[in-house]
Nanobody, 125 residues
Framework: QVQLVESGGGLVQAGGSLRLSCVVS????????MGWFRQAPGKEREFAAV????????GYADSVKGRFTISRDNAKNTVYLQMNSLKPEDTAVYSC??????????????????WGQGIQVTVSS
């Protein structure tokens, strides 16, 4: 089993920054790609960013590209999402997710086996 715990969310003004963290515990040897997803009220969960096991490959949704940066520190079993130039439309519950499939860099929620509980990010205008 794998457990994921997010932290770092909160309320920020438009144009501000936040850094989300996701600590992974349990059977971490099985984890390959890690992703961040978000879900706004009344909307479906959507992909935000993904990073490969070694951190070399990353991917971003068009809506966050150039503003968000995903990174991971495998020594600390932690994945980060640095969010800059935040906009009110970034308001959502953000969740980290873990994929055990080798080599896959998934962008769909169904490709991830393990999920954190989610954390609220609210951007005021």
């Amino acid at each position: 089993q794998v457990q994921l715990v997010e932290s770092g969310g909160g309320l920020v003004q438009a144009g501000g920054s936040l850094r989300l963290s996701c600590v992974v515990s349990g059977s971490i040897f099985s984890i390959n790609a890690m992703g961040w997803f978000r879900q706004a009220p009344g909307k479906e969960r959507e992909f935000a960013a993904v990073i490969s096991r070694n951190g070399v490959r990353t991917g971003y949704a068009d809506s966050v590209k150039g503003r968000f940066t995903i990174s991971r520190d495998n020594a600390k079993n932690t994945v980060y999402l640095q969010m800059n130039s935040l906009k009110p439309e970034d308001t959502a519950v953000y969740s980290c997710a873990a994929d055990t499939s080798p080599l896959r860099i998934g962008v769909r929620p169904a490709e991830y086996e393990y999920w954190g509980q989610g954390i609220q990010v609210t951007v005021s205008s």
